[in-house]
């Protein structure tokens, strides 16, 4: 089998590195916020939630792939037992 480099990978597209910072910005702030961090009301959570979750889709459609969205609100949500 010869021995063949890897491809370089691919450099991210400057829009896509700009979404990016500004969705880890956002992502921070919301995650502050549901822990108690920020001291801030349910509007502000919300509105770090949405741009979080709407910036998340747009690095999808920049970068051509599948969104997998969700907030850290839901990860940090209780679950209810099911059975």
Known sequence: MPDTQFPEPAA??????LLRR???RWL???????LGRGG???????????AHLVLTYALAIVEQRPAVIGSFDDLTRPRRDRN
Request: glycine letters at 0%; zero cysteines.
């Open 12 to 17: 991210a597209p400057p829009e896509a590195v």
């Open 22 to 24: 500004e969705r880890n």
């Open 28 to 34: 921070r702030h919301e995650a502050n916020l549901v």
């Open 40 to 50: 801030a009301d349910e509007p502000e959570a919300q509105q770090a939630r949405t």
